[in-house]
């Protein structure tokens, strides 16, 4: 890969709509391994072979649906955009030949000194923007789709400089990786190795696609067992995974995981059957913990109240 020009005074903003680590997070990080392998910029497992770009994920389909907008990262001039390519995954049978069109719905910004950003995978038919437009940092492009080469509804952001890609989060040669040189990001970004995509409370253990869709439906007082659910990303093999699960009258289950795999993402579930005739009213409450080499990389807590 080639070596990222000083980075100047050019400076970017979040392109989506969001705020990191509540409504949407990031999934994956340009590669900096110049072999078949792969490594983020702080030499972690947030990158996949020959991945070109950041990608700026939403939780679930069902956000994607309620609209995210996709905001430019810096002022300039749309020199292109592609809108119409349906919004479906790319493993999908129903899915159509991508015939090169891999960044799926999106829009390509030329700015001052050479940079240019590239927004991909958009919602088909929310692109605001055409070629030749003036637009300012903040100027909403569209909106996060699923279109083209994904699996998941992210807006995929390529960042380049006289041709040349430059990660925004270290701007330094793009094969060398944890060197901490400063990114180019107006008020910084914090890094995170990992975290919760989305978690809730059901009947049953739902089924993956529905946790991804974002349409578990929660249990009643007559539920048949009561379930949390965590959907997670970054979790690498060795990692310590803690659940507990209590209610109006004490603890439920508890689950203490050492994950044997790296993964992108992945999918855990906790719970009990019930054994009445119903579940006692009261609040209900589920608490996470992520830990790597005994240090938290994420936790939280989930609250039902049942009537």
């Known amino acids: 890969m080639a070596l990222a020009p ?12 969001c705020t990191l680590g509540q409504d949407c997070y990031i999934q994956q990080y340009l590669d900096h391994d110049p072999g ?25 389909d069902a956000a994607m649906q309620a609209g995210v907008a996709v905001l430019a990262a810096a002022p300039g001039v749309v020199r292109g955009v592609r809108d119409g390519m349906p919004d479906i995954r790319v493993s999908d049978p129903g899915a159509p030949a991508l015939a090169g069109r891999d960044c799926g719905n999106g ?40 279109s083209g080469r994904t699996e998941f509804p ?73 379930v949390f659910w965590l959907h997670l990303y970054g979790v690498q093999a060795g990692d310590r995974l803690e659940l507990a699960l209590t209610g109006p009258e004490g603890a439920l289950a508890g689950q203490q995981i050492t994950l044997d795999r790296t993964q992108a993402q992945t999918f855990r579930a906790l719970g009990k059957r019930l054994s009445a005739a119903r579940w006692p009213a009261g609040a209900y409450t589920a608490q996470y ?19």
Request: charged share 15%.
């Open 289 to 307: 913990a992520l830990l790597r080499d005994g240090k938290p990389v994420t936790t939280g807590r989930e609250t039902l109240t049942l009537p």
């Open 36 to 60: 078949p392998g792969a490594r983020d910029f702080t030499c972690g497992t947030l990158a996949y072979d020959g991945h070109e770009g950041t990608d700026f994920a939403v939780p679930t």
């Open 154 to 226: 992210h807006l995929h952001l390529t960042l380049r400089r006289d041709g040349a890609m430059v990660d925004p989060f270290a701007t330094d040669d793009l094969a060398t990786c944890g060197s901490g040189t400063a990114g180019l990001w107006a008020g910084g970004i914090a890094h995170q190795p990992g975290g919760r995509i989305a978690a809730g409370f059901a009947a049953t253990i739902p089924d993956y696609a529905t946790v991804r869709a974002g349409t578990v439906p929660p249990p009643d007082a007559q539920a048949p067992a009561l």
């Open 107 to 146: 829009v390509a910004i030329t700015h001052e000194g050479g940079w240019e950003t590239q927004y991909c995978h958009m919602k088909q038919g929310s692109v605001l923007v055409k070629p030749g437009q003036r637009v300012e940092t903040g100027t909403e492009l569209g909106l996060v789709g699923l």
């Open 6 to 17: 000083s980075a100047g005074a050019f400076e970017l903003a979040l392109p989506l709509r």
